[in-house]
């Protein structure tokens, strides 16, 4: 049994080199099409995970469950994904990205039937963290994709052009959730449509993706972009499939640079969920927002983040690669927007939006360039368990976040405020920003491997 599944999940096999005429006509087409299929793919992968927040109120209301009881399904399902992204990173870089990811969104969207379906807050509980695991086989196998069919020299602008799905996906996931609760009849709809488009879009991916060049009769990316006359001595064979342990203790945990890429996605991760998870609650209790003008601010961060992540990945590009440069300097914006949202009155949310936009702007080139960083030192073979290695550290904050900033807001606001409360919030979402510019100036000078 356990035999059947993992030759399921193995890597497609080499096919025989095809006719030179032949690699320059599908050569372009193959790239846009597993290009396409990972973009479209990955954003799906939103529609069932950022599909709760729409309609907590509601679910409060229908099965009684309390403030912090929603808020404990959203801390496990952050950390969940954290691990799961790990776990399923290392599996990824061993297995077909075909089946693999496919396989991710399908169970993803089981796991939003049952959801729905279910009335009892331990189910609930686990299935949303079971749904954050299962939701970690979505990066690692585009990572996989991207860094087989796209080269050292290009991965600015593609990988750039690729992350934009985090920004559809996560834009839109809100309003589908909450049309469908609203015209479907309940909050369980908010789980039951996403799902079905879930499942439907694991039947696009196994017919649309593809795993490696090869395993389509193509020459390696590095052999048909020209990228390197010969292959590197510290890669040895480029296209072998690596073991676990290789990937881990080879390629990932001995990597000081990995390591630190790592604490700096966890306090990235801080600087750009700190706004998503509470700056709709933030804008309606100090600024005299409404319940829609806070859901626009979600949309605002996301969709703020779409053109610039392109632009600066070109530029990455431009500038030799120096992806670290571009990313530190990008900080700098960033401390800017949430030094004057802290200062900024109420009576003035225009401003508060220009600078919400600025802070997604600017978040998602970092958040990008820190797994390409990691992608131009590690290589293509081992990008899946790198990921998955950072993106632990990246939702490790995000949940470490989500709990204390509940906390303090909770604790200050019997002391000093709500006022004073969100001073002190916002200033650690300040701090975090900082540190993340500080760890990210170490690589300053990092380019991707001769």
């Known amino acids: 049994m356990l035999k059947s599944i993992r030759n399921f999940f193995t890597p497609a096999p080499h096919l025989p080199r095809l006719p030179d005429d032949e690699v320059r006509r599908l050569y372009p087409r193959y790239r846009i099409q597993v290009l396409e299929a990972t973009f479209l793919g990955y954003a799906m992968f939103y529609l069932v995970r950022n599909n709760m927040s729409p309609v907590v109120k509601d679910m409060e209301a229908a099965l009684q469950y309390t403030r912090a009881q929603m808020g404990d399904i959203a801390a496990m399902t952050a950390l969940s994904y954290g ?4 776990v399923m990173g290392a599996l990824s870089d061993r297995s077909n990205p075909r089946v693999f990811m496919a396989c991710g969104l399908l169970a993803t969207a089981l796991c939003n039937f049952a959801f729905g379906a279910a009335t009892e807050y331990p189910i609930h509980l686990a299935l949303w963290t079971l749904n954050g695991f299962v939701q970690g086989m979505g990066w690692p196998p585009c990572g996989r994709v991207m860094g087989h069919w796209f080269s050292e020299r290009e991965r600015g602008l593609t990988f750039s052009i690729w992350n934009t799905s985090h920004n559809l996906g996560g834009g839109i996931a809100g309003y589908v959730a909450g049309w469908a609760a609203a015209h479907g009849g309940g909050w369980q709809w ?5 799902g079905v488009l879930a499942a439907a879009g694991a039947g696009y991916l196994f017919w649309r993706l593809r795993d490696t060049p090869q395993s389509v009769g ?13 292959r590197r001595a510290t890669d ?7 073991t676990t342990r290789e990937l881990l203790f080879q390629y990932v945990l001995v990597n000081k640079w990995v390591w630190l890429l790592a604490f700096a996605n966890f306090f990235a ?12 609650t933030y804008l309606r209790e100090i600024k005299g927002a409404t319940v829609t003008q806070g859901g ?6 996301e969709f703020g983040g779409i053109p610039s992540t392109i632009l600066f990945g070109w530029v990455s590009d431009l500038v030799g690669g120096r992806r670290g440069m571009v990313a530190t300097l990008c900080m700098v914006p960033i401390l800017a927007a949430f030094m004057t ?17 600025i802070v997604g702007c600017f978040v998602y080139p970092v958040i990008n360039f820190i797994v390409i960083i990691a992608l131009d030192l590690v290589g293509k073979k081992a990008i899946g368990t790198a990921a998955g290695f950072i993106g632990l550290f990246g939702y490790l904050g995000r949940a470490t976040h989500n709990k204390y900033s509940g906390e303090m807001l909770h604790y200050l606001t019997g002391v000093s405020g709500i006022h004073t409360a969100w001073i002190v919030v916002i200033a650690a979402f300040l701090a975090c920003s900082a540190l993340t510019l500080v760890l990210l100036a170490f690589t300053w000078r990092l380019k991707p491997r001769a």
């Open 218 to 230: 193509l020459p390696p990316i590095e052999e048909y972009n020209q990228d390197y006359p010969e």
């Open 190 to 194: 908010a789980f039951f449509l996403p």
């Open 296 to 301: 626009l601010a979600v949309l605002v961060i």
């Open 236 to 242: 040895g064979d480029l296209e072998r499939e690596l």
């Open 341 to 357: 949202i802290l200062l900024t009155p109420a009576g003035h949310l225009w401003l508060d939006m220009w600078m919400l936009a």
């Open 83 to 86: 691990l799961g992204k790990f």
């Open 269 to 280: 991760y801080i600087a750009r969920y700190s706004m998503l998870d509470w700056g709709p």
